[in-house]
């Protein structure tokens, strides 16, 4: 897949962040700690060219024997002139404070984070907004409902899946009767309301 971004290196918080014992099929898993990242520093290939087309992270050869041998190389990572930088605290702080789901309009807090997206690239806002089309993981879900075709008898462009002639609406592939009566279940609920 083409991908102009790599991370170049993280630096990490020097205070753990701390999960704590939890039982899974009746047996205890031990506490973990990780350190999340404070700054991650990507590296964007010039020309938005995929990444290590024009600063190359290795180079092959083949030695004397014939076999095909690979040199690592490290100075990609110290291009600061195509340095991106990301700080998750105040991406963090920032969908906390400003970013306000697009189906009920509420807010990310811990536990019920809005961090769903129905696009892979969509508009970015302005940084003192908030990030839009961002859904709670249940809101997400009822959206998907109610833009899905619940016809008893659809007429679909394709076999089985499509936009619908009657609704107008979209039904995916391999929808099964469950997933149908799901969808059902979550149109029933009013527009902007969660379940």
């Known amino acids: 897949m083409h991908d102009p971004l790599v991370v170049a290196f993280e630096i990490k918080r020097p205070w753990p962040h701390r999960y704590k014992a939890r039982t899974v099929d009746g047996r205890e898993l031990p506490a973990r700690r990780y350190w ?36 690592f190389h490290h100075g990609w990572k110290f291009h600061v002139h195509h340095w991106h930088l990301q700080v998750p605290p105040l991406q963090e702080l920032r969908r906390r404070l400003l970013t306000r789901c697009a189906w009920c309009g509420g807010r990310s807090r811990k536990g019920d984070a809005i961090n769903v997206s129905h696009s892979w690239d969509g508009t970015r806002g302005h940084w003192w907004r908030g990030e839009p089309g961002l859904y709670h993981h249940d809101c997400s879900a009822i959206s998907r409902a109610h833009a899905t075709c619940i016809c008893e008898q659809p ?41």
Do not use: F
């Open 36 to 71: 999340p990242p404070l700054v991650t520093v990507w590296h964007r290939e010039p020309g938005g060219r995929d990444s290590g087309e024009v600063c190359k992270h290795y180079h092959r050869y083949q030695d004397s024997a014939g076999k095909w041998q690979y040199k």
């Open 155 to 195: 007429v679909l462009e394709h076999d089985g899946y499509g936009r619908c002639a009657r609704c107008n609406h979209q039904r995916s592939y391999g929808m099964t009767a469950g997933n149908l009566a799901r969808a059902r279940e979550l149109k029933a609920i009013s527009a902007g309301a969660r379940s």
